[in-house]
C-alpha cells in the first residue's frame, strides 16, 4: 500500500478507509464548522484592515483640522486687531505730519500748491491718510 502525505494532514479532522478490489484507500476531510471558522477568519481579517483602513483616514482628517486650528490660533495670538488700529491711527498721523511738513516746505517754494495736489502728485490715497478734499484739511 501507498501513502501518500496530504498537507492537509494536520487539520484532517475525519477520516474514511474503505477497500476496493484489494487496495485500500483513505479518504480524508475537514469538517465543514472548521471550513466555516477558516473563511469567518479571512472575512475578519479583511474587515478589520478596512477598519483600520478607516480610522487612518479619520486620523489624517483630524490631524489636518487640528494643524488648521492652531495655525489660526498662533495667527489671532499674532495679530492682535486692537493693538492694529492702534498701530494705524500712530502711522496715520505720522504720514499727515510728515505730509503737512512737506507742504511746508513746497510752500514757500510755490505759494499755488495745494496740500490736496501735493498728495495727488504723489499718488497717496486721501482715504488711507485721512484726507479730505472738501474741507482741504486732515480728518
Given at each position: 500500500?501507498?501513502?501518500?502525505a496530504s ?17 485500500t484507500?483513505?479518504?480524508t476531510?475537514?469538517?465543514a ?8 477568519k479571512?472575512?475578519?481579517?479583511g ?6 483602513r ?22 489671532r ?5 486692537d493693538e ?8 496715520r ?11 511746508q ?14 498728495l ?9 491718510i485721512g484726507?479730505?478734499e ?6
Open positions: 500500500m501507498t501513502s501518500y498537507p492537509l494532514a494536520a487539520h484532517v479532522m475525519n477520516e474514511k478507509k474503505f477497500c476496493v478490489r484489494g487496495k484507500y483513505v479518504v476531510w475537514r469538517r464548522e472548521e471550513n466555516e471558522a477558516k473563511r469567518a479571512m472575512s475578519s481579517e474587515e478589520t484592515m478596512a477598519e483600520k478607516d480610522l487612518e483616514k479619520k486620523i489624517k482628517a483630524h490631524e489636518e483640522k487640528l494643524r488648521k486650528l492652531k495655525l489660526t490660533k498662533l495667527y495670538q499674532k495679530h492682535d486687531f492694529m488700529e492702534d498701530l494705524i491711527t500712530k502711522w498721523e505720522a504720514s499727515q505730519n510728515a505730509a503737512t511738513e512737506l507742504y516746505h513746497f510752500k514757500s517754494i510755490n505759494s499755488e500748491i495745494t496740500l490736496g495736489n501735493l495727488k502728485n504723489y499718488h497717496i490715497d486721501f482715504e488711507t484726507y479730505s472738501e474741507d482741504e484739511e486732515f480728518v
